[in-house]
Nanobody, 125 residues
Framework: QAQLVESGGGLAQAGDSLRLSCAAS????????MGWFRQTPGKERRFVAA????????YYSESVKGRFTISKDHAKNTVYLQMNTLKPEDTAVYYC??????????????????WGQGTQVTVSS
């Protein structure tokens, strides 16, 4: 069974950096892209960043562009989210996702078939 396991969340102060990791394991699953989403209580899950697994094209939400960087290590089946200049509004549970996603639809959570369990990121001011 395919699994996505996130790690690297935790507490940070505004201006700090954190790096999230998402390791894919289990049987080979059909995916052309992996992404990161985040969710706060009572809100919908929102797109943060995505990367295509073959070409390495990257996509970012406007709220994180220039501060966050998504990357992949194909040999380790791992995708990373480097988060710099963190802000209190970045506080959320961050989820890793994978799926067969049209590149015009990477921000849409429903296009991702596989999800991790989530990791909490809390940024204090």
């Amino acid at each position: 069974q395919a699994q996505l396991v996130e790690s690297g969340g935790g507490l940070a102060q505004a201006g700090d950096s954190l790096r999230l990791s998402c390791a894919a394991s289990g049987r080979t699953f059909s995916a052309n892209a992996m992404g990161w989403f985040r969710q706060t209580p009572g809100k919908e899950r929102r797109f943060v960043a995505a990367i295509t697994l073959s070409g390495g094209s990257t996509y970012y939400s406007e709220s994180v562009k220039g501060r966050f960087t998504i990357s992949k290590d194909h040999a380790k089946n791992t995708v990373y989210l480097q988060m710099n200049t963190l802000k209190p509004e970045d506080t959320a549970v961050y989820y890793c996702a994978a799926g067969l996603v049209p590149t015009t639809q990477v921000p849409v959570p429903g296009n991702y078939a596989y999800w991790g369990q989530g990791t909490q990121v809390t940024v204090s001011s």
